[in-house]
């Protein structure tokens, strides 16, 4: 169960190319603000405004992220979407409803906040950047 967490943290964060945690290297994001900053993306990434991602939306939004400056090849960019989808589509229709793009927010938050403060700091971001590292490269999430 660890390993799924840790492996679905490190696939979310690499959807989101690391915006959700910019401001935790400064021991600044909260729950709240992360989840903020996934809803904007969740908006942005649903192209057809259906309030739904496709498997193609997640692609198309994993295709143009950078992670350190680079963007993920096509391989790895369909790896990483098809990972949130399976992870986080509870229901099994295909789609990520914005309630499920939340509690998916909800556990990788989780993951990240070690010493459950209710807030990502600075060793805790850098841990979370050297998961999307990994997976940017094809590796597994480091292990918590």
Do not use: C, W
Not at 81 to 91: H, I, N, P
């Amino acid at each position: 169960m660890l390993r799924t967490h840790t492996t679905l943290a490190a696939a979310l964060v690499a959807l989101l190319a690391t915006p959700a945690l910019t401001v935790a290297a400064m021991g600044q994001e909260t729950r709240a603000t992360a989840t903020a900053k996934l809803d904007s993306e969740f908006a942005a990434s649903d192209t057809n405004k259906d309030g739904y991602l496709s498997l193609a939306e997640l692609e198309g939004r994993v295709a143009k992220m950078k992670i350190r400056g680079k963007t993920l090849d096509a391989v790895h960019a369909k790896r990483v979407a098809a990972l949130v989808m399976a992870r986080g589509d509870l229901d099994k229709d295909g789609r990520l409803s914005r309630a499920e793009s939340d509690q998916l927010m909800g556990a990788v938050f989780s993951a990240y906040d070690l010493n459950h403060d209710g807030k990502v700091d600075a060793a805790e971001a850098a841990r979370a950047r050297a998961m999307a590292d990994g997976v940017a490269k094809g590796g597994a999430a480091p292990k918590k």
